[in-house]
T-cell receptor
Framework: NAGVMQNPRHLVRRRGQEARLRCSPM?????VYWYRQLPEEGLKFMVY????????ESGMPKERFSAEFPKEGPSILRIQQVVRGDSAAYFC????????????FGPGTRLTVT | DAKTTQPNSMESNEEEPVHLPCNHS???????IHWYRQLPSQGPEYVIH???SNVNNRMASLAIAEDRKSSTLILHRATLRDAAVYYC???????????FGKGTMLLVSP
């Protein structure tokens, strides 16, 4: 059973461009979580999604950030008009159909904004 | 959110036991205690969780104080691969999201 997959692993964008981060959860998992880790800081929760639904987006910045988890395909975290402060590692986690004690994390996407 | 307090860093020698403490004096009766760790340049990894009783698994043991205001993660024999940041997290029952603090950076020397 493959683990949580994220791509790309590294992404470089210029200020003002769009960044799209993809997350494929583990097989059979329908809960996806996105976290952000700024340099020298801890992980911060951003958004929690189930298939086609956003359950909790309390950690998402109000502007420029959006997330989706369509019925088919990976979950996407989209950042429009990136700024240097968006440079961070973005981690995706998944858990099984029922709320689980464990979240399984992917290797992360490291976004660098130049 | 209930908060946890952990030492910033701890050191250990290889093959010795390690006891990582966590204080959570404001824990509520239905909060679960979770431990995750993050190796350098990797995503976090689940270690163990518990509610009231001590727990053991292949990675570690979790000792929970009787009043639940503190807990200790025990690595029975530290290896160099255990060098990581260890996070103690309280997860509210019925909620899935995790709130990470700064964690404890564990350094393991040969």
């Amino acid at each position: 059973n493959a683990g949580v997959m994220q791509n790309p692993r590294h992404l470089v964008r210029r200020r003002g461009q769009e960044a799209r981060l993809r997350c494929s959860p583990m097989k059979g998992h329908s809960h996806v979580y996105w976290y952000r880790q700024l340099p020298e800081e801890g992980l911060k929760f951003m958004v929690y999604l189930q298939k086609e639904n956003i359950i909790d987006e309390s950690g998402m910045p109000k502007e420029r950030f959006s997330a989706e988890f369509p019925k088919e395909g990976p979950s996407i975290l989209r950042i429009q008009q990136v700024v240097r402060g968006d440079s961070a590692a973005y981690f995706c986690a998944s858990s099984p159909d029922t709320p689980s004690y464990e979240q399984y994390f992917g290797p992360g996407t490291r976004l660098t904004v130049t | 959110d209930a908060k946890t307090t952990q030492p910033n860093s701890m050191e250990s020698n290889e093959e010795e036991p390690v006891h990582l403490p966590c204080n959570h004096s404001t824990i509520s009766g239905t909060d679960y205690i979770h431990w995750y760790r993050q190796l350098p340049s990797q995503g976090p990894e689940y270690v163990i969780h518990g509610l009231t009783s001590n727990v053991n698994n292949r990675m570690a043991s979790l000792a929970i104080a009787e009043d639940r205001k503190s807990s200790t993660l025990i690595l029975h024999r530290a290896t160099l691969r255990d060098a990581a940041v260890y996070y103690c997290i309280l997860r509210v029952s019925g909620y899935s999201t995790l709130t990470f603090g700064k964690g404890t950076m564990l350094l393991v020397s040969p």
